[in-house]
């Protein structure tokens, strides 16, 4: 069963640069003007919090999902350790949010995303900060289904957060692991 995506902004293509002004992306748009980003009270796989992590002078794409996610998660996280491996990716990293805080703990997210590669990093927190997040991202997800066996919905789209911790543009599927490293070269190179 597929993930839904959920759309994430309707006509986020007009917020599309002045041609020059900002690179070029293939798959998707920077944000003329950054947003700011409250990641206050998440945390990451290690418990170390999320504030103390994003920004501090890299840029980072932020990947919304969950770990009982059967395929666009496992997938997308693939192609993102496959772009990262090749030449001119730069030295983006790549932080997975979990949106199902009751299944994800911070133990089990740091085992699932060090999987496809040992750099990754994942963040969870409590349900009502995750959607607040989420929220400021521009992205959404919802639970479907009741018990232990429901699925979570959600934006398939990665998110750029820019070297300041801001909420800078969008890469939307769909990937491939050429044009992820293309794009993260790009943003990885801007001053």
């Not at 997975?96 to 990754?120: A, I, K, N, Q, W």
């Amino acid at each position: 069963m597929l993930c839904a995506c959920l759309a994430i902004a309707a006509g986020l293509s007009r917020c599309q640069p002045p041609q020059g002004a900002l690179p070029e992306l293939r798959s998707g748009v920077l944000l003329p003007r950054p947003r700011p980003l409250d990641p206050a009270g998440l945390v990451l796989d290690d418990g170390a919090p999320l504030a103390d992590f994003l920004g501090r002078g890299w840029w980072t794409v932020v990947f919304t999902g969950y770990t009982h996610c059967p395929d666009a998660c496992p997938t997308t996280l693939a192609q993102l350790a496959r772009a990262r491996s090749l030449p001119g990716a730069g030295g983006v990293r790549v932080l997975f949010l979990s949106v199902d805080p009751g299944r994800d703990t911070p133990e089990r997210l740091g085992l699932y995303v060090r999987h496809f590669d040992p750099g990754f990093r994942a963040a969870t927190g409590p349900a009502g900060r995750v959607a607040a997040f989420v929220a400021g991202l521009g992205a959404a997800f919802q639970q479907v289904g009741d018990g232990g066996n429901y699925r979570v919905d959600h934006s398939t789209a990665l998110i750029l957060v820019d070297p300041l911790g801001r909420l800078a543009g969008y890469l939307t599927p769909p990937f491939t692991p050429e044009t992820l490293a293309a794009d993260l070269g790009a943003v990885a190179a801007m001053p």
